[in-house]
């Protein structure tokens, strides 16, 4: 019964490959979110989806590449992965209702490393 | 660049003291403000928050103060366990459908028994 729930929690893989992390939400939320976490614990924000549709995109490399295939799911693709991408990804979520004041249920985590 | 930043990374304290944790904010536009807690493995967990209108929130034993003049935001807890000992965030958002919560770069509170 977890409410926002990411696959996998750890991923290890070398540079040059291409990873997906997957999300899904089971609270009816309608917004989605990638935050990238760096290893000084810096959160920031990657995308954001409402009801399916990018409504932030934030200066991310092309490499990454959100996909929302329904409102419960946000999956985060990512080419040709570099050193640099190693981070915590959270995905979170927000209902309709707080959108315009932001209240986040995030999810455990996936922490990539890139070797 | 983030506009959200924490005056100290790190916080010890003594169980049953109380702690204070504060954050500078750079966005005047700003009009909402969160508290979250990070506990180790684990994603950020909402604790309180307050709006631009508000100078003081209460929850159980945290309270959230926000000074706009100085844009300054505190979260004070009573009593602090074991289990308050984590990584805190403060996060600012702007009063517009759209915009993202803007995270601070956290405070690590250590508490000992």
């Known amino acids: 019964d977890t409410a926002v729930s990411q696959t996998p929690k750890y991923?290890?893989?070398?540079?040059?490959?291409?990873?997906s992390i997957k999300c899904e939400q089971n609270l009816g939320h309608d917004t989605m979110y990638w935050y990238k976490q760096d290893s000084k614990?810096?959160?920031?924000?990657?995308?954001?989806?409402?009801?399916?549709?990018?409504?932030?995109?934030?200066?991310?490399p092309n490499r990454f590449s959100p996909k929302s295939p329904d409102k419960a799911h946000l999956n985060l693709h990512i080419n040709s992965l570099e050193l640099g991408d190693s981070a915590v990804y959270f995905?979170?979520?927000?209902?309709?209702?707080?959108?315009?004041?932001?209240e986040l249920f995030f999810g455990?985590?996936?922490?990539?490393?890139?070797? | 660049g983030e506009s959200v930043g924490l005056h100290l990374p790190t916080l010890s304290v003594q169980e049953g003291d109380n702690s204070i944790i504060n954050c500078a904010y750079s966005n005047s536009a700003s009009d909402y403000f969160i508290w979250y807690k990070q506990e180790s493995g684990k994603g950020p967990q909402f604790i309180i928050d307050i709006r631009s209108n508000m100078d003081k929130r209460q929850g159980q034993?945290?309270?959230?103060?926000?000074?706009?003049?100085?844009k300054h935001l505190s979260l004070q807890i009573a009593a602090t366990q074991p289990g308050d000992s984590a990584?805190?965030?403060?996060?600012?958002?702007?009063?517009?459908a759209g915009t993202a919560l803007i995270f601070g770069k956290g405070t690590t509170l250590s508490v000992s028994s």
């Open chain 1, 11 to 19: 991923l290890v893989t070398q540079m040059g490959n291409d990873k």
């Open chain 1, 108 to 115: 455990e985590g996936s922490r990539l490393t890139v070797l």
């Open chain 2, 61 to 70: 034993r945290v309270t959230v103060l926000l000074n706009k003049t100085v």
């Open chain 1, 41 to 60: 614990k810096f959160l920031k924000i990657m995308f954001s989806y409402n009801n399916k549709e990018l409504i932030i995109n934030e200066t991310v």
């Open chain 1, 91 to 102: 995905c979170a979520s927000s209902p309709r209702g707080s959108f315009s004041t932001g």
């Open chain 2, 87 to 96: 990584v805190y965030f403060c996060a600012e958002k702007g009063y517009q």
